[in-house]
């Protein structure tokens, strides 16, 4: 049996778990520099708030309802999240973090239905009482049917937190109340492609012929269908597979105007997508660069982007630094105040897999990125860096409305007064 783990609006939730003087009151959590909602508590999202707004459009509504606005506090989310996954790995000794805020289990007992969905009340039961993260479980036969349980935990009537998806009149009560968007790995233009076949739930979608949705499709939709019909075709390695693109973008808490300072920007960017890739084990066939102004400033809107292929593929971060170098005077124009710059690394192929170039020499020092990567994985990121990228922080995010590190910071621990 699988069980997914999916913690109810994981950062806003993060944010009322150590400040019960917010609990009753409804939390938007913003992206870097306070830009755009990207998380809502359940009682904002009944009062009816959206997330990926942008701050100034719901000024009125959180003046209205009394909001509570919170930066986002990605030092305390890991945190909680890290104490999230040790409770969950009470349960079970497999347990596979999918995001910062999921994580999949595998049982080999045997239970019964009522058994299983009891169990993920006292999984549900531990984290509130331990941590104060709500949190749905599904349980299925595979990844799929534990997808679509955890969804009928949380938004579907009739559950309260826990659920299961084993049997044909299990399938039949949940997947026709979800849409085809809902299953997992249904995107919005495959959903529209399906529903011009007729195809609009995800009790519909378990009903066709597997071999059909290959040929019209894909192979993992096939997946998908027979997942849905109870076979089990992904493992835990096929949960996530290796990113085609790997992209760093941010905005600046302060507008930048000198080449210096761009170029700066560029190379710390270029630093996190090339930890990425190599992460996944894979190269880079090239490298884009972007960078822009804001729409919102007063100046012209003007987006300056570069391409460049490598002439061998490469992960190492020298390369893609002296690629900045090359493409820096295409992107800056003098006097423009940049708001948003971005690094991405395209054409991505398994580095255990490529062919080289018989004639093209590779200037890779796998030994060294591997000693960059290890040491900034154990003392953190940018203990070891490059100086391309200057030696003081000037791109720090604004967080104006950002919380107490409650765990991680000693002068910020809470303090209960008696």
Same mark, same amino acid.
């Given at each position: 049996?699988?069980?997914?783990?999916?913690?109810?609006?994981?950062?806003?939730?993060?944010?009322?778990?150590?400040?019960?003087?917010?609990?009753?009151?409804?939390?938007?959590?913003?992206?870097?520099?306070?830009?755009?909602?990207?998380?809502?508590?359940?009682?904002?999202?009944?009062?009816?708030?959206?997330?990926?707004?942008?701050? %100034?459009?719901?000024?009125?509504?959180?003046?209205?309802?009394?909001?509570?606005?919170?930066?986002?506090?990605?030092?305390?989310?890991?945190?909680?999240?890290?104490?999230?996954?040790? &409770? &969950?790995?009470?349960?079970?000794?497999?347990?596979?973090?999918?995001?910062?805020?999921?994580? $999949?289990?595998r049982f080999e007992n045997e239970m019964s239905d009522e058994q299983w969905v009891q169990l993920g009340l006292d999984i549900r039961r531990a984290l509130w009482r331990q941590?104060?993260?709500?949190?749905?479980?599904?349980?299925?036969?595979?990844?799929?049917?534990?997808?679509?349980?955890?969804?009928?935990?949380?938004?579907?009537?009739? %559950?309260?937190?826990?659920?299961?998806?084993?049997?044909?009149?299990?399938?039949?009560?949940?997947?026709?109340?979800?849409?085809?968007?809902?299953?997992?790995?249904?995107?919005?233009?495959?959903?529209?492609? &399906?529903?011009?076949?007729?195809?609009?739930?995800?009790?519909?979608?378990?009903?066709?012929?597997?071999?059909?949705?290959?040929?019209?499709?894909?192979?993992?939709?096939?997946?998908?269908?027979?997942?849905?019909?109870?076979?089990?075709?992904?493992?835990?390695?096929?949960?996530?597979?290796?990113?085609?693109?790997?992209?760093?973008?941010?905005?600046?808490?302060?507008?930048?105007?000198?080449?210096?300072?761009?170029?700066?920007?560029?190379?710390?960017?270029?630093?996190?997508?090339?930890?990425?890739?190599?992460?996944?084990?894979?190269?880079?066939?090239?490298?884009?660069?972007?960078?822009?102004?804001?729409?919102?400033?007063?100046?012209?809107?003007?987006?300056?982007?570069?391409?460049?292929?490598?002439?061998?593929?490469?992960?190492?971060?020298?390369?893609?630094?002296?690629?900045?170098?090359?493409?820096?005077?295409?992107? $800056?124009?003098?006097?423009?105040?940049?708001?948003?710059?971005?690094?991405?690394?395209?054409?991505?192929?398994?580095?255990?897999?490529?062919?080289?170039?018989? $004639?093209?020499?590779?200037?890779?020092?796998?030994?060294?990125?591997?000693?960059?990567?290890?040491?900034?994985?154990? %003392?953190?990121?940018?203990?070891?860096? %490059?100086?391309?990228?200057? $030696?003081?922080?000037?791109?720090?995010?604004?967080?104006?409305?950002?919380?107490?590190?409650?765990?991680?910071?000693?002068?910020?621990?809470?303090?209960?007064?008696?």
């Open positions: 049996m699988i069980a997914l783990c999916d913690a109810t609006s994981f950062y806003a939730c993060a944010e009322k778990s150590l400040d019960p003087s917010i609990r009753q009151r409804p939390v938007l959590v913003f992206s870097n520099n306070d830009g755009c909602c990207v998380a809502l508590c359940p009682i904002a999202k009944r009062l009816g708030f959206k997330k990926f707004l942008p701050m %100034f459009q719901m000024k009125d509504d959180i003046r209205k309802f009394n909001a509570v606005v919170r930066s986002s506090n990605y030092e305390l989310y890991a945190d909680i999240s890290s104490k999230m996954f040790s &409770l &969950l790995h009470e349960y079970t000794d497999e347990l596979y973090e999918y995001s910062i805020d999921e994580g $999949f289990m941590l104060r993260i709500p949190i749905g479980v599904g349980f299925g036969v595979n990844c799929t049917l534990a997808k679509a349980a955890n969804h009928a935990s949380k938004k579907l009537p009739g %559950f309260n937190g826990s659920a299961i998806v084993r049997s044909d009149q299990h399938k039949r009560h949940v997947l026709t109340q979800m849409e085809t968007s809902d299953v997992w790995g249904i995107g919005s233009r495959l959903e529209k492609r &399906l529903a011009a076949m007729g195809i609009k739930n995800g009790f519909q979608l378990a009903q066709q012929n597997p071999s059909k949705m290959r040929k019209y499709f894909s192979i993992t939709l096939e997946n998908t269908v027979r997942e849905l019909q109870g076979e089990v075709r992904l493992s835990w390695d096929d949960v996530r597979p290796a990113k085609k693109e790997i992209y760093s973008t941010r905005s600046f808490g302060q507008r930048v105007s000198s080449i210096e300072e761009l170029k700066s920007a560029l190379v710390s960017h270029a630093e996190i997508a090339a930890s990425k890739l190599r992460a996944q084990n894979s190269v880079a066939g090239g490298i884009v660069l972007f960078a822009a102004n804001s729409p919102h400033d007063d100046e012209p809107y003007q987006k300056k982007t570069f391409y460049t292929p490598f002439e061998v593929p490469t992960s190492d971060t020298r390369n893609i630094i002296g690629a900045i170098s090359s493409g820096i005077g295409s992107l $800056f124009v003098p006097k423009l105040r940049y708001y948003k710059v971005g690094v991405g690394l395209v054409d991505l192929k398994d580095s255990a897999y490529y062919q080289h170039d018989l $004639f093209s020499q590779c200037t890779d020092n796998p030994a060294l990125m591997n000693a960059l990567d290890t040491m900034n994985a154990r %003392f953190g990121r940018d203990t070891v860096s %490059f100086a391309a990228k200057g $030696f003081k922080q000037r791109f720090a995010m604004r967080r104006n409305y950002l919380s107490k590190r409650y765990t991680t910071r000693i002068h910020e621990i809470p303090r209960i007064k008696c």
